[in-house]
């Protein structure tokens, strides 16, 4: 193991307590776990200022291996525990991890209301298509036509697309990523978490126990390969780069998809504050 | 300052909004929630209260976003409530649960309307009762207070906010449309008139921190996230460092010290009013607007030369069951009037092992009960 990786391992893993992980050998969780960790290395944030909140599914359990403030609550709802941390220290830094059915399914609600806010928070959805931690069953985000534990004979379901959602939902940042690509992944989560807004990181990752064994994928190796073979790197604020041609534009977009300025809804509330405070001395 | 809760003063409130009152003089800042009748005027007045103050008021995209609002502000450091009737309440359940699991203070309103589902939303009812005692799924501690006058309003919600601090458990209010809407003129008291009770943080270096470390009181000592003890926080069964576990001996030690840290502050916990008990050989035992009329109804009884007496229920969970035994010795007959069909009655008859006899009175067509029903139920015994 080189060094830095041995200090930043040493830094922010609870190692000596919470290993081996329960994720299954090969899971894309591991590998965003680790761009989290840089990413969050090389934002500069002070551990003791930051709060990671997780939901519940396979990759809600990443609060426990991460030595910072960490929160694991109920199914679907991070991040309204999120907006109170939030609201109530706004000094905090809050990190929140979501699975596709946690964030958008359960959760849908709670996200595209977040987002509307402009809640100061970092929201990264892991989307494996799938529920993982229940044995498989279809998620929002499960292509037509494929094999689940509760679609035995195909999917008939339309998917969301969640960068998309959040895009029209009003966040400020999104960005997509693969498991991959990680080199871009640290990239879009630093971004994220240095964004001043709502800012989403949606992840392609892979389980192959569940969704790859049903859709011709049983190594996390095809899940990769897939990965690389259906993406196109966008450049700046969503644009595909020059040169594009109809094949790129079959293509999964992936990149920073929208960074705009906007205010953030603690800034908001202090005008309100401020107000309140003017007419009662008034 | 507050205008109110800072100097002795007569003001005229309705009973949501003495709970902002008491709430607010108890040191909360934070209010998340969604808008309900009954319930709303809490919501209106904390939006208006709180910025004043520093603190934050959200309106939240449903109740259990509420209620997870809440929690997070606490675990934060921020005393917090929120407010609610019948299918909010509902819709916290889960989220309350979690608060019980992770021992995170706060405080939920529940002002009963008429159920079940949406139910009589303008009417008053007392139907909440084992809902607000057993609406999480699992065995959990949890306090149960119950309100009557618009005094009560800011002195019980005041003192859920102590329990909750103490205690570490979500603390419930139970009111209902009457005590809700009825405007009174009331006489707050003013701060050093009453204690406002903080969580005890940890004083010891971060290593050295156990978040769920038993102690005599079963209470471990809560740091705020940012406090430097980047601790965890779970729903699962956790170990005494917070870690998800699946052993048995682990397990048996956190729930029994759940429930233990409840017990041994029951007496403490246990809040009652009595009137006329004393030579009394019929006794009332009623709680929340009820108790008023019952209150009438045992003064009226008296004249007619019936020994009646009330016993005020303000704790309903845990059960007070010392006083309501006390009660049931020293009369013949207990009524228990309820706007239910029969809640807090099934508790009388449970602690009273036959040793004296325990009627109910029931209404559940969306009307107060009357000091005269009580009254004319007191008069046939
Ligand atoms: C209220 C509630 N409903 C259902 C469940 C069961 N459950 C646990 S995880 C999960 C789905 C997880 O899928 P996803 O969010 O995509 O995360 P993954 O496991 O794939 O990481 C479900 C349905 C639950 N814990 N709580
Ligand atoms: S079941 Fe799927 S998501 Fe869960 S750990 Fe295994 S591979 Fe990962």
């Given at each position: 193991m080189p060094q830095e990786v041995a200090?930043?391992?040493?830094?922010?893993?609870?190692?000596?307590?919470?290993?081996?992980?329960?994720?299954?050998?090969?899971?894309?969780?591991?590998?965003?776990?680790?761009?989290?960790?840089?990413?969050?290395?090389?934002?500069?944030?002070?551990?003791?200022?930051?709060?990671?909140?997780?939901?519940?599914?396979?990759?809600?359990?990443?609060?426990?291996?991460?030595?910072?403030?960490?929160?694991?609550?109920?199914?679907?709802?991070?991040?309204?525990?999120?907006?109170?941390?939030?609201?109530?220290?706004?000094?905090?830094?809050?990190?929140?991890?979501?699975?596709?059915?946690?964030?958008?399914?359960?959760?849908?609600?709670?996200?595209?209301?977040?987002?509307?806010?402009?809640?100061?928070?970092?929201?990264?959805?892991?989307?494996?298509?799938?529920?993982?931690?229940?044995?498989?069953?279809?998620?929002?985000?499960?292509?037509?036509?494929?094999?689940?534990?509760?679609?035995?004979?195909?999917?008939?379901?339309n998917t969301f697309s969640i960068s998309e959602l959040a895009i029209a939902a009003g966040a400020s940042f999104v960005a997509r990523g693969t498991v991959y690509h990680?080199?871009?992944?640290?990239?879009?989560?630093?971004?994220?978490?240095?964004?001043?807004?709502?800012?989403?990181?949606?992840?392609?990752?892979?389980?192959?126990?569940?969704?790859?064994?049903?859709?011709?994928?049983?190594?996390?190796?095809?899940?990769?390969?897939?990965?690389?073979?259906?993406?196109?790197?966008?450049?700046?604020?969503?644009?595909?780069?020059?040169?594009?041609?109809?094949?790129?534009?079959?293509?999964?977009?992936?990149?920073?998809?929208?960074?705009?300025?906007?205010?953030?809804?603690?800034?908001?509330?202090?005008?309100?504050?401020d107000h309140a405070k003017n007419s009662l001395s008034s | 300052m507050s205008a109110f809760g800072s100097d002795k003063k007569r003001v005229l409130l309705q009973g949501n909004e003495a709970i902002v009152e008491g709430a607010i003089a108890a040191g909360c800042r934070f209010f998340a929630g969604y808008p309900i009748t009954p319930a709303s005027e809490i919501s209106e007045r904390?939006?208006?209260?709180?910025?004043?103050?520093?603190?934050?008021?959200?309106?939240?995209?449903?109740?259990?976003?509420?209620?997870?609002?809440?929690?997070?502000?606490?675990?934060?450091?921020?005393?917090?409530?929120?407010?609610?009737?019948?299918?909010?309440?509902?819709?916290?359940?889960?989220?309350?649960?979690?608060?019980?699991?992770?021992?995170?203070?706060?405080?939920?309103?529940?002002?009963?309307r008429g159920g079940p589902s949406t139910g009589l939303p303008t009417n008053p009812s007392q139907g909440d009762v084992m809902q607000a005692r057993w609406g999480t799924h699992g065995d959990h501690p949890v306090i149960v207070l119950a309100v009557s006058t618009v005094l009560d309003c800011f002195q019980i919600t005041v003192e859920a906010f102590n329990m909750s601090e103490k205690y570490r458990v979500p603390v419930v209010i139970l009111s209902d449309e009457i005590v809700a809407h009825t405007r009174e003129v009331v006489t707050l008291p003013s701060v050093g008139e009453f204690e406002a009770y903080n969580r005890v943080s940890p004083k010891m270096p971060p290593e050295w921190y156990i978040p769920y470390a038993d102690n005599s009181m079963g209470v471990p000592p809560m740091a705020a996230f940012g406090e430097g003890y980047h601790h965890h926080v779970t729903g699962l069964m956790h170990?005494?460092?917070?870690?998800?576990?699946?052993?048995?001996?682990?397990i048996e030690a956190l729930v029994g010290r759940l429930f233990r840290k409840i017990t041994q502050g029951f007496h403490e916990i246990q809040k009652v009013e009595t009137f006329m008990m004393d030579d009394a050989e019929v006794a009332v035992i009623a709680y929340g607007s009820v108790s008023r009329s019952a209150r009438r109804a045992v003064?009226?009884?008296?004249?007619?030369?019936?020994?009646?007496?009330?016993?005020?229920?303000?704790?309903?969970?845990?059960?007070?069951?010392?006083?309501?035994?006390?009660?049931?010795?020293?009369?013949?007959?207990?009524?228990?009037?309820?706007?239910?069909?029969g809640q807090i009655s099934r508790?009388?008859?449970?602690?009273?092992?036959?040793?004296?006899?325990?009627?109910?009175?029931?209404?559940?067509?969306g009307q107060l009960i009357t000091p005269q029903e009580i009254y004319q139920q007191l008069i046939k015994i």
């Open positions: 200090e930043i391992v040493r830094k922010y893993l609870r190692h000596d307590k919470k290993f081996p992980h329960i994720w299954c050998a090969g899971c894309g969780n591991g590998i965003v776990l680790g761009s989290l960790i840089r990413a969050i290395d090389l934002s500069g944030v002070e551990k003791d200022n930051i709060v990671l909140v997780s939901g519940i599914g396979c990759s809600g359990r990443i609060t426990v291996y991460v030595d910072l403030n960490t929160l694991h609550v109920t199914h679907g709802r991070a991040l309204s525990f999120a907006t109170g941390i939030k609201l109530a220290k706004d000094s905090l830094k809050v990190i929140v991890v979501m699975g596709d059915g946690d964030a958008t399914a359960i959760g849908g609600n709670h996200f595209i209301h977040a987002a509307r806010r402009n809640m100061d928070l970092t929201a990264i959805i892991i989307n494996n298509q799938i529920y993982g931690m229940t044995g498989g069953q279809y998620s929002p985000t499960t292509p037509y036509d494929s094999k689940t534990t509760t679609s035995p004979y195909g999917h008939i379901e990680t080199q871009l992944l640290d990239d879009a989560i630093r971004l994220a978490i240095l964004k001043k807004g709502f800012s989403v990181v949606e992840i392609l990752s892979n389980c192959h126990t569940h969704y790859g064994k049903l859709n011709g994928m049983e190594t996390p190796v095809a899940a990769m390969r897939w990965f690389r073979d259906h993406v196109a790197v966008v450049g700046k604020e969503g644009a595909l780069p020059p040169g594009r041609s109809a094949e790129t534009d079959e293509k999964i977009r992936i990149g920073v998809l929208k960074n705009v300025e906007k205010p953030v809804y603690s800034e908001e509330y202090q005008k309100v504050r | 904390m939006s208006r209260r709180l910025p004043q103050l520093d603190g934050t008021f959200i309106q939240m995209e449903d109740e259990i976003a509420g209620m997870g609002a809440v929690i997070g502000a606490s675990l934060a450091g921020v005393k917090s409530m929120t407010a609610t009737s019948g299918p909010g309440f509902s819709l916290m359940q889960e989220n309350l649960g979690f608060a019980c699991m992770a021992e995170v203070p706060c405080v939920v309103v529940n002002v009963m170990d005494v460092r917070g870690f998800p576990t699946q052993r048995p001996d682990e003064l009226d009884a008296r004249r007619q030369g019936l020994k009646a007496g009330l016993l005020k229920l303000i704790t309903l969970f845990p059960f007070p069951r010392h006083s309501v035994e006390e009660a049931l010795q020293k009369c013949r007959v207990a009524l228990v009037p309820e706007m239910n069909m508790e009388v008859k449970r602690v009273n092992q036959t040793v004296s006899i325990v009627k109910k009175y029931n209404r559940v067509d």
